[in-house]
């Protein structure tokens, strides 16, 4: 598991975290969130936007407990990445999540997202699984960007993309 | 620089296969983490994926799952199984060029005490029903370390361009 490249969200926040010329040399991309928004709520979704070329071709579905029911849902016109705190969530939280791409620069798979994450607000909070397909085409994904629902990222959000081989990588 | 994710052994399915084995696990680690993209040959949208350790076939095995499928969300529970059940993958009937995405982690897989597995795993398609999330917690009844495993599906072959790594992870 390689780190290719890192963003941490500076002071006045960033409507879009964008990684451009992802390397093509892995087997497998893992996206790593810790995210919070400024939408003026306690939660914000995250999306994956404009990369690869027509993401917005997709079906989304997701499992997800809040601490009292577990439920279902799903539709389309998007790949999530999950829903984070917001501009009203307790101070200082921050959600996780981490992604998967499995095959991701495959040209004969469809490409399935498989999004692993939650928060809690200490009385508030949700645990949820994420699974996107970007319907639109196999080609490969060289490019990620990322935007939230209805704010922007805050301050001191992070994101890291690593690529995970398949084959021995010697570390020194 | 110590590499904490170890890529031991990479199968693609170059055609059908119905079994899928890593023997010779080396015994290095401290946990293990397999990582599966998968189609079968099986004639619905999604069908089981199973798992045996050291070719165990007693029923050793058991398992808690959260899921989704359709619009409800889910719990169950197998107790006293013969195999340990990874989730599932997408058959014929899921849409064309669609994998499954699953992540299995074995921690502590050379210990003298019982093994808990933790799986999160999503089987996409481009429908809104034609999909299923998992989030199982399993255990194999066995103080043996583990030193060999299969996979393999309940119904069909895995298929061309499936693939199936297997890869070791230190503490450093």
């Known amino acids: 598991m390689v780190w290719i490249a890192g963003q941490t969200v500076g002071s006045g926040g960033t409507s879009s975290l964008i990684f451009d ?25 995250v999306y994956f936007w404009n990369a690869p070329s027509g993401i917005t071709t997709a079906q989304w579905h997701i499992l997800t407990g809040d601490g009292s029911t ?16 917001a501009a009203t969530s307790t ?18 798979k469809l490409k399935t997202f498989r999004c692993l994450g939650g928060f809690d607000l200490n009385g508030s909070g949700v645990a949820q699984l994420w699974s996107g397909l970007w319907s639109g085409a196999n080609t490969a994904i060289s490019s990620i960007r990322l935007n ?24 020194a | 620089m110590t590499i904490a994710m170890q890529p031991i052994y990479t199968q693609t399915a170059s055609g059908s296969v119905s079994v899928i084995y890593f023997n010779n696990i080396p015994q290095t680690f401290t946990d293990l983490q397999i990582v599966i993209s998968t189609r079968t040959t099986a004639a619905v949208t999604a069908t089981d994926i199973f798992s045996q350790f050291n070719n165990d076939g007693g029923n050793n095995y058991s398992g808690t799952r959260l899921y989704a499928q359709g619009s409800a969300a889910s719990s169950d529970r197998q107790s006293t199984t013969n195999v340990m059940r ?27 005490n019982f093994k808990q597995v933790i799986v999160d795993a999503v089987s996409e398609s481009n429908t809104a029903t034609g999909y299923y999330s998992y989030l199982n917690a399993m255990l194999w009844r066995s103080t043996a ?7 393999g599906a309940l119904s069909g072959n ?3 361009g499936s693939t199936f790594t297997l890869y070791g992870i230190t503490k450093g």
């Open chain 1, 21 to 45: 010329n992802v390397p093509q040399t892995f087997a497998h991309l893992q996206v790593r969130l810790s995210v919070r928004t400024t939408a003026s709520a306690n939660s914000d979704l």
């Open chain 1, 70 to 85: 577990a439920s279902s849902g799903n539709g389309t016109a998007a790949v999530y990445a999950g829903t984070f705190p």
């Open chain 1, 91 to 108: 101070a200082n939280t921050f959600g996780s999540t981490i992604v998967d791409i499995l095959d991701y620069s495959s040209s004969n």
């Open chain 1, 148 to 171: 939230c629902g209805t704010g922007a990222f805050a301050q001191y959000t992070r994101v890291d993309i690593y690529g995970i081989t398949t084959s021995q990588v010697t570390g």
């Open chain 2, 86 to 112: 990874f989730g599932d993958t997408v058959g014929t009937s899921a849409t064309a060029n669609t994998f499954s995405s699953a992540s299995i982690t074995i921690p502590n897989y050379i210990s003298a």
């Open chain 2, 145 to 151: 370390a583990i030193t060999t495993l299969w996979v």
């Open chain 2, 158 to 160: 895995f298929v061309a």
